[in-house]
Nanobody, 122 residues
Framework: VQLQASGGGLVQAGGSLRLSCVAS????????FGWFRQARGEERDWVSS????????YYAHSVKGRFTISRDNAKNAVFLQMNSLKPDDTAVYYC????????????????WGQGTQVTVSS
Protein backbone atom coordinates (compact mmCIF):
# COMPACT_ATOMS: atom_id res chain seq x y z
CA VAL A 1 0.00 0.00 0.00
CA GLN A 2 1.33 3.40 -0.97
CA LEU A 3 0.05 6.51 0.77
CA GLN A 4 0.22 10.05 -0.55
CA ALA A 5 -0.46 12.83 1.93
CA SER A 6 -1.24 16.36 0.84
CA GLY A 7 -3.05 19.51 1.89
CA GLY A 8 -0.54 21.09 4.20
CA GLY A 9 0.41 24.73 4.03
CA LEU A 10 0.81 27.99 5.88
CA VAL A 11 -2.22 29.30 7.75
CA GLN A 12 -2.85 31.89 10.42
CA ALA A 13 -3.93 30.88 13.89
CA GLY A 14 -7.64 30.20 13.94
CA GLY A 15 -7.64 29.05 10.35
CA SER A 16 -8.38 25.68 8.82
CA LEU A 17 -6.73 23.10 6.62
CA ARG A 18 -7.87 19.80 5.24
CA LEU A 19 -5.28 17.07 4.84
CA SER A 20 -5.79 14.21 2.45
CA CYS A 21 -4.22 10.79 2.35
CA VAL A 22 -4.80 8.85 -0.84
CA ALA A 23 -4.03 5.15 -0.83
CA SER A 24 -3.07 2.91 -3.71
CA UNK A 25 -4.88 -0.11 -2.36
CA UNK A 26 -8.24 -0.99 -3.83
CA UNK A 27 -9.31 -2.57 -0.56
CA UNK A 28 -8.95 0.58 1.47
CA UNK A 29 -12.04 -0.21 3.48
CA UNK A 30 -10.14 -3.00 5.22
CA UNK A 31 -7.43 -0.70 6.54
CA UNK A 32 -7.44 1.41 9.63
CA PHE A 33 -5.73 4.78 9.36
CA GLY A 34 -3.93 7.08 11.67
CA TRP A 35 -2.63 10.61 11.46
CA PHE A 36 0.57 11.52 13.25
CA ARG A 37 2.58 14.68 13.46
CA GLN A 38 6.17 15.50 14.18
CA ALA A 39 7.34 18.93 15.14
CA ARG A 40 10.96 19.85 14.60
CA GLY A 41 13.14 18.21 17.19
CA GLU A 42 10.24 16.27 18.67
CA GLU A 43 9.01 12.71 18.53
CA ARG A 44 6.25 11.61 16.21
CA ASP A 45 2.95 11.99 18.05
CA TRP A 46 -0.36 10.39 17.37
CA VAL A 47 -3.14 12.79 16.37
CA SER A 48 -6.13 10.73 15.32
CA SER A 49 -7.18 7.38 13.92
CA UNK A 50 -10.16 5.64 12.38
CA UNK A 51 -11.02 1.99 12.75
CA UNK A 52 -11.95 0.23 9.50
CA UNK A 53 -14.34 -2.23 11.15
CA UNK A 54 -16.91 0.18 12.48
CA UNK A 55 -15.62 3.60 11.54
CA UNK A 56 -14.91 4.55 15.14
CA UNK A 57 -12.73 7.62 15.45
CA TYR A 58 -10.20 8.57 18.09
CA TYR A 59 -8.43 11.82 18.88
CA ALA A 60 -5.57 13.06 20.95
CA HIS A 61 -6.70 15.33 23.73
CA SER A 62 -4.87 18.27 22.21
CA VAL A 63 -6.93 18.17 19.00
CA LYS A 64 -10.28 16.82 20.16
CA GLY A 65 -13.09 19.14 19.16
CA ARG A 66 -10.95 20.87 16.53
CA PHE A 67 -9.87 18.06 14.20
CA THR A 68 -12.07 15.54 12.41
CA ILE A 69 -10.89 12.36 10.73
CA SER A 70 -13.00 10.82 7.97
CA ARG A 71 -12.69 8.43 5.09
CA ASP A 72 -14.10 8.01 1.60
CA ASN A 73 -13.60 4.44 0.48
CA ALA A 74 -14.80 5.23 -3.03
CA LYS A 75 -11.94 7.72 -3.38
CA ASN A 76 -9.44 5.55 -1.50
CA ALA A 77 -8.84 8.50 0.77
CA VAL A 78 -8.74 9.52 4.39
CA PHE A 79 -9.03 13.13 5.48
CA LEU A 80 -8.11 15.21 8.48
CA GLN A 81 -10.12 18.40 8.77
CA MET A 82 -8.26 20.77 11.05
CA ASN A 83 -10.08 23.80 12.42
CA SER A 84 -9.14 26.47 14.94
CA LEU A 85 -5.50 25.82 14.26
CA LYS A 86 -2.91 26.93 16.77
CA PRO A 87 0.82 27.59 16.43
CA ASP A 88 1.38 24.43 18.49
CA ASP A 89 -0.17 22.45 15.64
CA THR A 90 2.82 23.28 13.46
CA ALA A 91 4.44 20.02 12.36
CA VAL A 92 4.89 17.59 9.53
CA TYR A 93 1.76 15.49 9.36
CA TYR A 94 1.89 11.86 8.33
CA CYS A 95 -0.81 9.37 7.50
CA UNK A 96 -0.39 5.70 8.28
CA UNK A 97 -2.36 2.56 7.54
CA UNK A 98 -2.62 -0.90 8.96
CA UNK A 99 -4.92 -3.87 8.49
CA UNK A 100 -5.28 -4.47 12.18
CA UNK A 101 -3.96 -1.64 14.30
CA UNK A 102 -5.57 1.74 14.79
CA UNK A 103 -3.89 2.88 17.95
CA UNK A 104 -1.37 5.44 19.05
CA UNK A 105 1.96 3.68 18.54
CA UNK A 106 3.57 4.67 15.24
CA UNK A 107 5.74 1.54 15.05
CA UNK A 108 2.63 -0.59 14.90
CA UNK A 109 1.50 0.80 11.54
CA UNK A 110 2.77 -0.98 8.45
CA UNK A 111 2.36 1.75 5.84
CA TRP A 112 3.28 5.44 5.85
CA GLY A 113 2.88 8.44 3.62
CA GLN A 114 5.65 10.94 3.03
CA GLY A 115 4.33 13.72 5.23
CA THR A 116 2.93 17.17 4.57
CA GLN A 117 4.06 20.35 6.34
CA VAL A 118 1.54 22.36 8.33
CA THR A 119 2.67 25.74 9.61
CA VAL A 120 0.43 27.89 11.77
CA SER A 121 1.50 31.47 12.30
CA SER A 122 0.50 33.50 15.35
Amino acid sequence: VQLQASGGGLVQAGGSLRLSCVASASTLERYSFGWFRQARGEERDWVSSINWRDGSTYYAHSVKGRFTISRDNAKNAVFLQMNSLKPDDTAVYYCAADKVYHGTIPESYDYWGQGTQVTVSS
